[in-house]
């Protein structure tokens, strides 16, 4: 029964991870996505249904449209696959909660889609801010003895985000970031939200760094770097913080 628990959270990862590459490609162009039929973004070619299972419609396609033979990004069978990956490494971590597994699962699909769209366009959308925002309304409605914890966390790291955004005129943070702790924030609790940020800042600061030397341009996409953090954070953040503070005693 836990194997096909397992297996249903894996396949449903890889369907959803198919809708992230939708999101991925058209929220920057500010094409709709819901009601449009998926397509080919070379030909226009409808896509059938037997060219939109995950993986192995790419792979049984030789990742090239049928219509017009142009080859396809690798970047679909990638996120599919990162997606259906995480998913099922969820429900193993967070296994018989299961109202965390959905929420984590959903957390990392929009992590997902806002680091590949602001690593190429530098903007974080909005519309993936309120849906991890509302993310975290749930969590707060589903443990509201510790409202406090979630509260805090939303408005600890945003406020100074927000005061560094203010200080350099949105040179050094742009709002999306702000608004992502806050959402984040909100859903993880204020631990697990400043390791986030912290786990996300020292790995921008290295990756980065390194880039740069080998010629790369000095301006940071943090997005994705905030998204691994919070991401990290989620899943193993309550274990890391708990043998920490056991250190001390406490």
């Known amino acids: 029964m836990e194997l096909l628990i397992y297996l249903t959270v894996l396949l449903l990862g890889l369907c959803v991870g198919s809708f992230c590459n939708v999101l991925i490609y058209r929220i920057p162009k500010n094409e709709e996505f819901v009601k449009t039929p998926s397509h080919c973004m070379t030909c226009g070619h ?3 249904w037997y060219e939109l299972i995950p993986l192995l419609s790419w792979l049984c396609q030789r990742g090239k449209c049928r219509a017009c033979g142009t080859k396809l990004s690798a970047q679909y069978p990638l996120v599919e696959a990162l997606n259906g990956l995480m998913w099922l490494l969820t429900a193993i971590v967070f296994g018989g909660d299961w109202i965390t597994v959905g929420l984590y699962c959903v957390l990392f ?10 690593w190429r366009t530098y903007i974080i959308p909005n519309g993936i801010n309120l849906t991890i925002f509302l993310l975290g309304v749930v969590r707060l409605a589903t443990d509201l003895t510790n409202w406090k914890l979630y509260l805090i966390g939303m408005l600890a790291v945003s406020l100074v985000f927000l005061l560094l955004h203010l200080v350099t005129g949105g040179r050094g943070l742009g709002m999306g970031d702000v608004k992502l702790v806050a959402a984040a924030g909100l859903l993880l609790g204020w631990p697990k939200m400043l390791l986030a940020v912290l786990a996300g800042s020292l790995s921008g ?8 030397r080998k010629g790369s341009s000095n301006k940071l996409a943090f997005g994705p770097y905030l998204a691994a953090g919070i991401w990290f954070s989620a899943l193993v953040g309550e274990k890391l913080i708990t043998a920490y503070l056991s250190l001390f005693g406490l």
Request: glycine fraction near 0%.
């Open 109 to 118: 699909s929009m992590l997902l889609v806002l680091s590949v769209i602001d």
């Open 46 to 48: 409808r896509l059938r």
């Open 205 to 212: 600061a290295v990756i980065h760094s390194l880039r740069m």
